[in-house]
């Protein structure tokens, strides 16, 4: 099993920025892709970014481009998510999560999850 620590979450102004972080631990091997989403109250869950573990192949929500990144160390068994120019509505819980290589593509494939880290954005 997988286990996942978010931290670098908290409480910053409009225009700020912030860079989380993922640190995995456990069986490492089987991590295939590893992602970031969120959650704001009243609202489902979406997608933010994902990377692929071995070739570093990075994939955006569209509407996050420009904004946020991400990047792994892979010796570390770290995962970031940096984001720039935060807006009130970028505030939510915040996830990383790890896809397997026997799973398949999409939030479902996702079989391991950290406990999500706050950012609250104020104006």
């Known amino acids: 099993q997988v286990r996942l620590v978010e931290s670098g979450g908290g409480l910053v102004q409009a225009g700020d920025s912030l860079r989380l972080s993922c640190a995995a631990s456990?069986?490492?091997?089987?991590?295939?892709?590893m992602g970031w989403f969120r959650q704001a109250p009243g609202k489902e869950r979406e997608f933010l970014a994902a990377i692929t573990w071995s070739g570093g192949s990075t994939y955006y929500a569209d509407f996050v481009v420009g904004r946020f990144f991400i990047s792994r160390d892979s010796a570390k068994n770290t995962m970031y998510l940096q984001m720039n120019s935060l807006k009130p509505e970028d505030t939510a819980v915040y996830y990383c999560?790890?896809?397997?290589?026997?799973?398949?593509?999409?939030?479902?494939?996702?079989?391991?999850w950290g406990q999500g880290t706050q950012v609250t954005v104020s104006s």
């Open positions: 456990g069986r490492t091997l089987s991590i295939y892709n």
């Open positions: 999560a790890v896809r397997p290589p026997t799973e398949r593509s999409g939030i479902s494939g996702y079989k391991y």
